[in-house]
């Protein structure tokens, strides 16, 4: 359902990252696991490929970043912008999904085998749960009562293949996402804007943990006096 998926899309999500590609390398064993193995392909042999698969998105993704200049400056939108840029290049390189495929490639895979609405938009909160997204605008209350008004009118529990139960339900949608200002053309805007979130979260972090790991180095003897460092002034090259 694509109201199901604005939904969580629109949601922010501030995570840390104690590494840059973190976040980017989740990738899900299962998705190497959508057709059955060959004959004979051992277990110990596939783990082998997912491996050796993971191991060249990793290099070819920190590739992209050792090419480029990282100011670590949350504060910065243009520090911001191109941070998010340098991600969306590495993660295509590398070909990684983006938080947006991943959030819709888990509902695909959370909800596939459910038949009935209410059960797919409960699944929906959990989801929304664990990945620790806030509904904000209260979106799931209004899902829900136009689930409550379409059942009302239908008379029975609305299922997944009742395509004019679904239609009535839509319908709904279609009026809380005017209610909500959402339209579907923003989708890539949407999408646009959970990307720079989540990279002002990440040069957060990264920023968090450079000043810690700064301020614990001054508190050794030997370099006590040594002039503190402005952490926009380091080049996240030399790191990785």
Same mark, same amino acid.
């Given at each position: 359902?694509?109201?199901?998926?604005?939904?969580?899309?629109?949601?922010?999500?501030?995570?840390?990252?104690?590494?840059?590609?973190?976040?980017?390398?989740?990738?899900?064993?299962?998705?190497?696991?959508?057709?059955?193995?060959?004959?004979?392909?051992?277990?110990?042999?596939?783990?082998?490929?997912?491996?050796?698969?993971?191991?060249?998105?990793?290099?070819?993704?920190?590739?992209?970043?050792?090419?480029?200049?990282?100011?670590?400056?949350?504060?910065?939108?243009?520090?911001?912008?191109?941070?998010?840029?340098?991600?969306?290049?590495?993660?295509?390189?590398?070909?990684?999904?983006?938080?947006?495929?991943?959030?819709?490639?888990?509902?695909?895979?959370?909800?596939?085998?459910?038949?009935?609405?209410?059960?797919?938009?409960?699944?929906?909160?959990?989801?929304?749960?664990?990945?620790?997204?806030?509904?904000?605008?209260? %979106? =799931? /209350? &209004?899902?829900?009562?136009?689930?409550?008004?379409?059942? #009302?009118?239908? +008379?029975?529990?609305?299922? $997944?293949?009742?395509?004019?139960?679904?239609?009535?339900?839509?319908?709904?949608?279609?009026?809380?996402?005017?209610?909500?200002?959402?339209?579907?053309?923003?989708?890539?805007?949407?999408?646009?804007?959970?990307?720079?979130?989540?990279?002002?979260?990440?040069?957060?972090?990264?920023?968090?943990?450079? %000043? =810690? /790991? &700064?301020?614990?180095?001054?508190?050794?003897?030997?370099? #006590?006096?040594? +002039?503190?460092?402005?952490? $926009?002034?380091?080049?996240?090259?030399?790191?990785?």
């Amino acid at each position: 359902m694509a109201f199901s998926y604005r939904l969580l899309s629109r949601s922010k999500q501030l995570f840390g990252s104690q590494a840059i590609l973190n976040q980017q390398l989740a990738f899900p064993v299962r998705y190497y696991a959508k057709e059955a193995a060959p004959d004979g392909f051992k277990g110990d042999e596939m783990l082998k490929d997912i491996f050796r698969d993971l191991k060249k998105k990793f290099d070819t993704a920190i590739g992209v970043f050792r090419k480029e200049k990282i100011i670590i400056d949350p504060e910065d939108p243009a520090a911001v912008s191109h941070y998010a840029k340098v991600m969306k290049t590495a993660r295509e390189k590398a070909g990684l999904l983006s938080e947006s495929q991943r959030i819709q490639y888990t509902i695909e895979e959370e909800t596939k085998d459910i038949p009935d609405a209410r059960t797919y938009f409960l699944q929906l909160q959990e989801i929304r749960i664990k990945r620790d997204l806030p509904d904000e605008l209260g %979106v =799931e /209350a &209004m899902m829900m009562d136009a689930l409550e008004k379409v059942e #009302k009118e239908i +008379k029975k529990p609305l299922m $997944r293949n009742d395509k004019k139960g679904m239609a009535l339900l839509m319908a709904e949608f279609d009026k809380i996402n005017t209610k909500l200002g959402v339209r579907r053309e923003d989708l890539p805007k949407y999408e646009e804007e959970l990307e720079l979130k989540i990279a002002k979260a990440q040069l957060e972090e990264l920023k968090k943990d450079a %000043v =810690e /790991a &700064m301020e614990t180095h001054r508190k050794r003897e030997e370099f #006590k006096d040594e +002039k503190v460092v402005d952490v $926009r002034s380091l080049d996240i090259r030399n790191f990785l």
